[in-house]
């Protein structure tokens, strides 16, 4: 593929700036994009961003565009006032740039004409840049879901897998890989599909994951196709936020999504926050759906197909 000169980071809203189908995209929660981090320094005329909403995150993201754009190349980023917006204008003016400001439907828009003598970027790369992580000694990254933590969610179905698994599964929304290790403890587990929409998290999972019986695929496994069929066991703690709101109908759609790729017999281990209506889908679609552990704000079901 021929270098862009052009690029898209996330999407932002049509209504602030429109969107060329030809331009390419380079967000990692939008599988088959373009990395950012592989753009030649001083190669791109423009860089449209929908800036992340955390602070190293963003301003790795705003880093990484700046050193890709040439001398005089525009930068336009954008995000909710509430959501990183307020902090964009400051940001960029730390690096060095000149920031003409905007706001409409509450959200900023900071456009810049790069300049020469920039300051600080090195250091935001670093700053959001895979790293060994601890208390969990594993490789992860700022933007990743519970990037450098435990999340309650999983703590409580790591707790609940008390039971070997075996043959063939699959980690829907697997992050960097901390339930497939649990779940590869099982010399009886064959084979272990780890899926994510977030190609960070895919990366940091192949560092931490050493075990030819892993694959990984950087995909959307809510999509039809997305995952094999005839599985034994689905691991799941799906995500109920999308684009930073709260969606309950999210972790329903992996649901229907593991229920689709087991095979009749098949089981699913699901953790979910108490108050999402999860049992809505999983009671219809499954044979037997048991709550197997309640505790700390969230259930856990064992679901049979």
Same mark, same amino acid.
């Given at each position: 593929?021929?270098?862009?000169?052009?690029?898209?980071?996330?999407?932002?809203?049509?209504?602030?700036?429109?969107?060329?189908?030809?331009?390419?995209?380079?967000?990692?929660?939008?599988?088959?994009?373009?990395?950012?981090?592989?753009?030649?320094?001083?190669?791109?005329?423009?860089?449209?961003?929908?800036?992340?909403?955390?602070? *190293?995150?963003?301003?790795?993201?705003?880093?990484?565009?700046?050193?890709?754009?040439?001398?005089?190349?525009?930068?336009?980023?954008?995000?909710?006032?509430?959501?990183?917006?307020?902090?964009?204008?400051?940001?960029?003016?730390?690096?060095?740039?000149?920031?003409?400001?905007?706001?409409?439907?509450?959200?900023?828009?900071? *456009?810049?004409?790069?300049?020469?003598?920039?300051?600080?970027?090195?250091?935001?790369?670093?700053?959001?840049?895979?790293?060994?992580?601890?208390?969990?000694?594993?490789?992860?990254?700022?933007?990743?879901?519970?990037?450098?933590?435990?999340?309650?969610?999983?703590?409580?179905?790591?707790?609940?897998?008390?039971?070997?698994?075996?043959?063939?599964?699959?980690?829907?929304?697997?992050?960097?890989?901390?339930?497939?290790?649990?779940?590869?403890?099982?010399?009886?587990?064959?084979?272990?599909?780890?899926?994510?929409?977030?190609?960070?998290?895919?990366?940091? *999972?192949?560092?931490?994951?050493?075990?030819?019986?892993?694959?990984?695929?950087?995909?959307?496994?809510?999509?039809?196709?997305?995952?094999?069929?005839?599985?034994?066991?689905?691991?799941?703690?799906?995500?109920?936020?999308?684009?930073?709101?709260?969606?309950?109908?999210?972790?329903?759609?992996?649901?229907?999504?593991?229920?689709?790729?087991?095979?009749?017999?098949?089981?699913?281990?699901?953790? *979910?926050?108490?108050?999402?209506?999860?049992?809505?889908?999983?009671?219809?679609?499954?044979?037997?759906?048991?709550?197997?552990?309640?505790?700390?704000?969230?259930?856990?079901?064992?679901?049979?197909?």
């Amino acid at each position: 593929m021929t270098s862009p000169t052009r690029i898209l980071y996330g999407l932002p809203p049509l209504e602030l700036h429109p969107r060329e189908a030809a331009v390419p995209q380079t967000s990692p929660l939008i599988p088959g994009a373009l990395a950012l981090e592989d753009l030649a320094p001083e190669s791109l005329d423009e860089a449209v961003i929908l800036a992340p909403p955390g602070v *190293a995150e963003r301003r790795y993201v705003l880093a990484l565009a700046l050193k890709a754009l040439k001398p005089g190349g525009e930068l336009i980023a954008v995000a909710p006032k509430d959501k990183g917006g307020s902090r964009l204008k400051g940001e960029l003016q730390a690096f060095g740039c000149a920031v003409d400001e905007s706001a409409r439907r509450h959200h900023r828009i900071a *456009a810049v004409i790069k300049g020469a003598d920039l300051e600080g970027l090195d250091a935001a790369v670093a700053g959001g840049a895979p790293r060994l992580t601890q208390p969990l000694k594993l490789w992860s990254q700022p933007g990743v879901f519970s990037w450098d933590r435990i999340d309650p969610g999983t703590a409580a179905l790591l707790k609940a897998l008390k039971h070997h698994l075996s043959g063939k599964g699959a980690d829907i929304g697997c992050g960097v890989g901390l339930l497939a290790q649990a779940v590869l403890a099982s010399q009886a587990v064959e084979q272990l599909l780890l899926i994510d929409i977030d190609r960070r998290a895919v990366d940091c *999972a192949r560092r931490n994951v050493d075990d030819p019986r892993a694959a990984f695929a950087w995909a959307d496994a809510t999509l039809e196709g997305a995952l094999p069929e005839g599985l034994d066991f689905v691991v799941m703690n799906p995500p109920f936020h999308e684009a930073g709101w709260e969606n309950k109908h999210l972790g329903q759609r992996f649901i229907e999504a593991a229920h689709r790729a087991l095979k009749k017999g098949g089981t699913l281990w699901v953790v *979910a926050n108490l108050h999402l209506p999860y049992e809505a889908v999983l009671t219809p679609l499954f044979t037997r759906a048991e709550r197997r552990d309640d505790g700390g704000g969230y259930k856990v079901f064992e679901a049979k197909k």
